[in-house]
């Protein structure tokens, strides 16, 4: 079975400008999320959808930051205009829900965005 | 508010130097208690999940306990591969689903 699949793997790029983040989650998991990790800490969740609808954005910095899955499939992080202190490892995960117990929650490689 | 705190930070180990990692953690009723591995440069990799106190899950190594206020991760004899950032995570019940994290404790294990 296919893991989470995100791109790019690495992007640099000049403050103010615009950056895009991809993500394929893993067949059958309707549940993405995409989460923030800085450097020396764990992830923070930014949103998270179920299918197509976007059920916690709650930490989602919503003047700049962006975020879509159309036909709940894959998903699209979009930050515009990119500051300084966004750069981090941008992480996407995948859940099959429904599972009587807490989700696992499976993890894509990663992005790592540096900002400059 | 939920809250995951790891230690130690870091940790250094000689080969087969058996030892435990600590995950305190305080929420709003426990869905469930994740360990994950994270290598350099790569995404968190799934080891655990636990879902009560007195629940253990081993994993060649690795073992994982859990009591009302805190989870271990017992290394049994590492070797050098087992080198890599362990972090615990922490889901809430109420249907948040997501996972609180700790920053996480450093392996370094020593040939």
């Known amino acids: 079975e296919a893991g989470v699949v995100q791109s790019p793997r690495y992007k640099i790029i000049e403050k103010k400008q615009p950056v895009a983040f991809w993500c394929n989650p893993i067949?059958?998991?309707?549940?993405l999320y995409w989460y923030r990790q800085n450097l020396g800490q764990g992830p923070e969740l930014l949103i998270r959808?179920?299918?197509?609808?976007?059920?916690?954005d709650s930490q989602l910095p919503k003047d700049r930051f962006s975020a879509e899955r159309l036909k709940g499939v894959d998903s699209t992080l979009k930050i515009q205009p990119a500051e300084l202190g966004d750069s981090a490892v941008y992480l996407c995960?995948?859940?099959?829900?429904?599972?009587?117990?807490?989700?696992?929650?499976?993890f894509g490689p990663g992005t790592r965005l540096t900002v400059l | 508010e939920d809250q995951v705190t790891q230690s130690p930070e870091a940790l250094r180990l000689q080969e087969g130097e058996s030892s435990s990692l600590n995950c305190s953690y305080t929420?709003?009723?426990?869905?469930?208690l994740f360990w994950y591995r994270q290598d350099p440069g790569k995404g968190p990799e799934f080891l655990f999940t636990?879902?009560?106190a007195g629940e253990e899950k081993e994993k060649e190594r690795l073992k994982a306990t859990l009591t009302k206020k805190e989870s271990f991760l017992h290394i049994t004899a590492p070797k050098p591969e087992d080198s890599a950032t362990y972090l615990c995570?922490?889901?809430?019940?109420?249907?948040?689903?997501?996972?609180?994290f700790g920053k996480g404790t450093k392996l370094t294990v020593n040939p």
């Open positions: 995960a995948s859940s099959r829900r429904g599972q009587a117990q807490g989700d696992t929650q499976y």
């Open positions: 067949s059958g998991h309707n549940t």
């Open positions: 959808y179920e299918n197509e609808e976007a059920v916690d």
């Open positions: 929420v709003s009723g426990l869905r469930g």
């Open positions: 636990l879902y009560s």
């Open positions: 995570a922490v889901q809430a019940q109420g249907g948040s689903e997501k996972l609180v």
